[in-house]
Every structure is written in structure tokens, then in C-alpha cells.
């Protein structure tokens, strides 16, 4: 029997739902949730995500101050826009879009943020406090796996979980999520990657298997036991002559073959994807929230 397809743009809708109420009641209070965008250069894939993000904000209530700097803007002028937005108390999270212009150092511009801003959950700050299991804005993409996880029932605490990708923005985060205690966490975790021998010998112990290397089709079926979990995290451009664009999008697991062993399944796109937005505009009413004391 076929895995069942995990929904992933109707579980990001259904939060979206419970943030647009909490918006409503923190502007009942005298506070509209704001982010901050920033975007240097021009790279359509990079434009085309901030744009999706900000008319995701205006759709559940929130403010959005947009800004767009050219691709020769120096390190200098995108830290003065960041400080700018560390004072503003009408920004109570800061995006900015990556991967940046060469000539700026990510991680410079990651210091420079208020970590109480830092709505990417990337910060060093953040970054700790998370694995010490302190409160912290967690990563939007590996926190969005965790909502899927919970949102379709399956039961993380006590499951093994392997993960193939050992990424700070997914593989690193994601494993810290789940090793913690509390709702979503207390999970056995193994990390593979790409100096791991046999990947397959890990993920076919798994009750979840999320992908997230890179490489589209990397998870095939005979790595994976009957009835597992697969979450895919991939999103990757795989040429085909077919489309208008030349491309399709392809995830990090051969989900054709993998669903009809896997129980459950996320599909690209449609699954961890329209996660990533909305834990974005989760993590920033929750600043809201904080600043507004309620």
C-alpha cells in the first residue's frame, strides 16, 4: 500500500490561521507584528522567496518593511541598514536573504543582528541557547519538519530518527530539536553525511527518515524499511526539457519508489517547504508577542 502524502501546504494553513488570530489579538493590544526583509543583489530564486515571504506576512496582518539593496552594496551599508532595524521597535524580526554578494561576510552581518530579532534562528546566540535548551527562535526550516511531524500524529518521543545531512541551517539544528526534552523531541538521533560508510546500514533502522542532503534522489527504496517515516527536506533544480522553465523541482529521496514502502511521506514540493515561510512568521509574532508582554 501507497505511504500517505503528508499535506504540507495544509498544515502550514492551518497554523497560518491560529498566527492571523494571534495578530489580531496583539493589534487589539496596540502591537502589529513587523519584519524586517533585506535583500542584496538580484538572484531571481532569492527575490521570487522574499516576495512569498512578504505576501505571507500581509496575508496573516503583519507589517512588512521591504528593502532592497543593489548587488555591489558594501558590508557597511547593509550593517547600517541592520542596526537600523535593531533600534526600530516596529520591527520585531529581521530577514536577511541568503547566500549574500561576496564581498559581505555572512557572518559579520549575523553578529551584528539583536538576537531577539534574529527570526532565522541563525544567530550564535540563538544557536546556543537552543542546544542548552534555553528559549530561542529555532531555525524555520528544521522547526517546520517538527510541526509536520507532530501535525500528522506521528510519535517522535522514543522513535529513532536518522538524518542524512549534517547542514547548520537543517541536519545540525534538527538533531538538537529532536534529542530535547519536551513535546517533539526526545527522539534517538543519528546524523549521517557524506563521509558516512553505508548510509543505507542507518537509515533502514529508522522509524524517520528525513533527507536533507542535497542531492536529489540520494534516499532510494531499498534504504528505507516498511512502513518508515520520510520527510524531504531536498529541493533541487533537475533539468527537464518538458517544463517551460527548462527545470523541475526534485527532492533528496526517490519518492516514487520510497512511498510504496514508507507509511508516510512528504512530497516536492508541497511538504517541508511551505513550513520554512510560516515558521518565519511564527518565530516573529512570537517577538511580537514578547515586546507586547502577553
Known amino acids: ?102 564581498q559581505i561576510r555572512e557572518s559579520e ?46 510519535k517522535i518521543e522514543g522513535a529513532h530518527v536518522v538524518i542524512v545531512g549534517r547542514s547548520n541551517i537543517v541536519g545540525k539544528p534538527l538533531a538538537n530539536m529532536l534529542m530535547a526534552k519536551g513535546p517533539g523531541g526526545n527522539a534517538t538521533v543519528t546524523v549521517c553525511h557524506t563521509r558516512t560508510r553505508d548510509i543505507g546500514a542507518f537509515t533502514r533502522q529508522a522509524d524517520i527518515v528525513v533527507a536533507a542532503a542535497g542531492q536529489p534522489g540520494a534516499i532510494k527504496a531499498d534504504m528505507v524499511c516498511e512502513g518508515a517515516v520520510v520527510i524531504d527536506v531536498g529541493v533541487n533544480r533537475v533539468p527537464d526539457p518538458t517544463k517551460k522553465s527548462g527545470f523541475r523541482l526534485a527532492g533528496d529521496v526517490d519518492f516514487e519508489a520510497v512511498k510504496e514502502k514508507a507509511s508516510l511521506i512528504t512530497p516536492v514540493p508541497g511538504g517541508v517547504g511551505p513550513m520554512t515561510i510560516t515558521m518565519l512568521l511564527y518565530n516573529t509574532v512570537e517577538s511580537a508577542r514578547r515586546v507586547a508582554g502577553a
Open 1 to 102: 500500500m501507497s505511504a500517505k502524502i503528508i499535506d504540507g501546504k495544509a498544515v502550514a494553513e492551518k497554523i497560518r490561521g491560529e498566527l492571523r488570530a494571534e495578530v489580531a489579538r496583539l493589534k487589539a493590544k496596540g502591537v502589529t507584528p513587523g519584519l524586517g526583509v533585506i535583500l542584496v543583489g538580484d538572484d531571481p530564486a532569492s527575490k521570487s522567496y522574499v516576495t512569498a515571504k512578504e505576501q505571507a506576512c500581509h496575508e496573516i496582518g503583519m507589517f512588512s518593511d521591504d528593502n532592497r539593496l543593489p548587488a555591489s552594496a558594501t558590508q557597511e551599508e547593509l550593517l547600517a541598514l541592520i542596526r537600523r532595524m535593531n533600534e526600530d521597535p516596529a520591527i520585531h524580526g529581521i530577514l536577511v536573504q541568503l547566500p549574500l554578494p561576496k
Open 109 to 154: 552581518v549575523l553578529l551584528a543582528m539583536n538576537p531577539d530579532k534574529d527570526v532565522d534562528g541563525f544567530h550564535p546566540t540563538n544557536v546556543g541557547r537552543m542546544v542548552v535548551g534555553q528559549q530561542a527562535f529555532l531555525p524555520c526550516t528544521p522547526h517546520g519538519v517538527v510541526q509536520l511531524l507532530l501535525h500528522s500524529g506521528v
